[in-house]
């Protein structure tokens, strides 16, 4: 048996490591299965090394937290070759008359991630977190079959290598076809499917989804012998560690600038998903001497690529109708492959943006993914136009009817767009209830995409609290293919489902505030709500909002509104404001009017008006998050205001909101002199320079971390 799992171990790492199998997929399945039988037959004989265990352990409460041996810092980034050469005389400015090789490897778009080995056995994997303290991933990491559970050869006492967690681009696409066909909402890039998939509480979900590691340096080692990083390579290597196939040596600004050329040129054959170059200093020592900055090494950077442009054929222009009624246009293209995925629709934003651009269907058009995600149509190549190119008249494609329900549109000018008046229009509903669903809102698992069409198609669902009428047996019956080819959801799936949906019942009142689409409520603004307001039925009748609104009005018409703003200033739904009132005193409300209001004509609407009723009919009960004035000044971050740029290392912008508003804290969208923190991340964007500009402190997600 052990010869065997030797055997099978072996062409693991001809497939995964070294890209060279010698047997087929079908003989690798049937020696594979041959070990699965025997351990089956003789179970005492498993072993947690065994190629079988990766399938994955028990599914996890929650993950550990797990402190890094040395910290796992960031690098600095770069658009510009101009800063690179000036990486490169800095260094040699700081280490004169010395020869500086430097290493050029590929940068990979994926999750940074710490594996330990002890004695040559992985104890423990980690992401990078904070870098400081990380997520606890070792039972998620064990099912990449990439990874080895024990190094090959002598190993080292201690081995701490470090890499990114890739998601395999070919594998990538057939995930998503596969989510598709599910009716599950679909990952917008490998990035984001290999970070929600380590972030996976079951291994079993993780050992199915297509994962790759690319390891490109070491942490803490006890027993490892080398000067200069690129000896690190085929050490790891020879241990059967995953590396990258291509890296450069450069001793000069134009020979790392030519690898950089060189890389872009063969990146697209990976394959995982790269989007630039990093640039380190080879040699250990001269690391040592040139050290660190608070948030980064002075010996590295990375250079990255400018998002891939590429020209296709705009074949058609279509409508899309949104949750708020408000149409679409959206570009059919002829499918090319952008930033590792095959794209074939881009948004074209809305009527002004086709005629400014001037997009004509017929046109050859340039497509980037903004931000290597979201695609979307750059420029028209006006030499390439054809005499039969086509422009496109918003209002007579449609014929001022809205395409889905043939209702009346009108032109929102709020917007910049035209919108269906129809609240009962289909494609209103579906995309109501997928953001009701949405993982965001309440985390109903399963019901978006296709599955929405047809829930709203069939008549089982004609508003998103429908949801809660559904029965396991018709939503396993549901079809989501055709009369023709049916494909009905499944049992497992409904399950599933309705879990989802019944855990539902008691979310926090914030999440549903925000589930609700009232308009002009993000999350911020439900969050606030709900630290004032026991249920959703208060919230319908709140007498602060009406406050709201009248201490405005008085204010307008210059009346005394001492009265009104002592009752919201009591309540702590506002606070005294520096400036001075001519009648009465000035103050600031934690919503405005124009949102006040907004609330309150969605809950005298004649939808709005059914919501309460219909919750308590259905035994809904969200969980309140009330608590009172003096517990809610008393809060750490009360009364701050923060604005979120670039990407955290362990937190989601979501994540860092929530974490913001339960303790006291309000989140924007803009900086401004009344902005008193702006948190930034990686890659951050023109909000610093207005931070540094207005002299708004900005902090990093450690300092965000120590602020309870």
């Given at each position: ?13 001809l497939?995964y ?34 190629p ?63 594996l ?11 992401t ?34 470090r ?12 995930l ?38 690319v390891l ?73 001497r ?105 209002a ?22 035209w ?7 289909p ?10 669903a ?33 029965k ?43 589930a ?46 001492k ?6 200033i009591q ?36 939808n709005?008006?059914?919501?309460p ?26 009364g ?15 994540e ?50 120590t602020?309870?």
């Amino acid at each position: 048996m052990q010869q065997l799992r030797d055997e099978v171990r072996k062409h693991d790492r001809l497939y995964y490591e070294e890209a060279a199998p010698v047997i087929s997929d079908r003989e690798y399945d049937r020696l594979y299965k041959e070990l699965v039988d025997l351990e089956t037959q003789f179970p005492d004989l498993v072993t947690p090394e065994s190629p079988t265990q990766r399938v994955g352990g028990k599914p996890l409460k929650a993950f550990e937290q797990a402190p890094h041996l040395i910290p796992m810092l960031s690098l600095d980034n770069t658009y510009s070759e101009g800063e690179v050469k000036n990486f490169y005389a800095r260094i040699q400015r700081l280490l004169p008359n010395e020869k500086i090789p430097v290493v050029i490897e590929p940068k990979v778009d994926g999750v940074a991630v710490s594996l330990v080995y002890e004695n040559g056995r992985l104890r423990q994997a980690a992401t990078r977190g904070d870098g400081t303290v990380g997520d606890d991933i070792t039972q998620n990491i064990r099912t990449i079959r990439s990874v080895p559970e024990r190094l090959r050869g002598t190993a080292p006492k201690l081995l701490e290598v470090r890499g990114e967690v890739y998601m395999d681009k070919n594998g990538f696409e057939k995930l998503n076809d596969e989510r598709r066909k599910g009716g599950l909402p679909i990952f917008a890039n490998p990035r984001n499917a290999a970070a929600g998939s380590l972030k996976q509480l079951d291994p079993a979900i993780v050992a199915k989804r297509p994962l790759g590691v690319v390891l490109y340096g070491t942490g803490a080692t006890e027993g490892v012998d080398v000067d200069v990083h690129s000896e690190i390579f085929p050490l790891l290597k020879k241990l059967s560690l995953p590396v990258s196939g291509r890296w450069w040596v450069a001793e000069s600004v134009e020979e790392i600038l030519d690898a950089i050329h060189e890389l872009d040129g063969i990146r697209r054959k990976f394959a995982y998903q790269t989007d630039g170059a990093v640039v380190k200093v080879n040699s250990f020592a001269q690391r040592e001497r040139l050290g660190f900055t608070a948030k980064s090494p002075r010996w590295a950077i990375a250079y990255k690529y400018e998002a891939e442009r590429v020209e296709t054929r705009l074949n058609d222009i279509v409508i899309q109708v949104g949750r708020t009624g408000i149409l679409t246009p959206v570009a059919m293209l002829e499918p090319v492959l952008v930033s590792g995925s095959t794209v074939g629709r881009a948004t074209l934003h809305n009527e002004d943006e086709i005629k400014r651009k001037d997009i004509r269907i017929g046109d050859t058009v340039v497509i980037e993914k903004a931000g290597e995600v979201i695609p979307a149509v750059v420029e028209v190549v006006k030499s390439k136009r054809p005499r039969d190119a086509r422009p496109f008249d918003f209002a007579k494609h449609v014929h001022r009817k809205c395409p889905i329900c043939g209702s009346p549109i009108r032109r929102d000018p709020q917007f910049v767009a035209w919108r269906c008046e129809n609240l009962q229009c289909p494609a209103q509903t579906t995309r109501r209830v997928e953001f009701f669903a949405a993982r965001s809102a309440l985390d109903i698992e399963s019901v978006g995409g296709i599955v929405a069409d047809k829930l709203v198609e069939r008549g089982l669902v004609r508003e998103p609290l429908d949801l809660f009428e559904l029965k396991t047996e018709e939503l396993a019956k549901l079809n989501l293919g055709t009369d023709e080819e049916p494909r009905v959801f499944g049992e497992k799936n409904a399950r599933k489902a309705i879990r989802a949906i019944e855990r539902a019942r008691t979310l926090p009142l914030s999440r549903w505030l925000f589930a609700l689409a009232i308009p002009d409520v993000g999350r911020t603004t439900a969050a606030q709500l709900a630290r004032f307001h026991e249920t959703i039925e208060d919230v319908a009748n709140s007498q602060l909002l009406r406050d709201v609104l009248q201490y405005h009005e008085k204010r307008e018409q210059k009346d005394d509104a001492k009265e009104v703003a002592d009752r919201l200033i009591q309540a702590g739904f506002a606070k005294p404001s520096k400036s001075k009132s001519e009648k009465g005193r000035s103050i600031t409300t934690e919503v405005g009017p124009v949102v006040a209001k907004s609330i309150l004509d969605f809950f005298a609407s004649t939808n709005g008006k059914k919501i309460p009723q219909r919750l308590r009919q259905l035994r809904i009960q969200p969980k309140s998050e009330k608590i009172s004035a003096k517990k809610a000044a008393e809060l750490p971050l009360a009364g701050k205001t923060f604005v979120l740029t670039g990407t955290l290392p362990s937190m989601t912008r979501e994540e860092a909101t929530e974490k913001i508003e339960a303790l006291g804290g309000h989140v924007t969208g803009s900086v401004s002199k009344k902005t008193d923190y702006v948190l930034a991340g990686a890659e951050p964007g023109s909000k610093l320079d207005k931070a540094k500009e207005l002299g708004v402190r900005i902090i990093d997600e450690p300092e965000f971390r120590t602020m309870r």
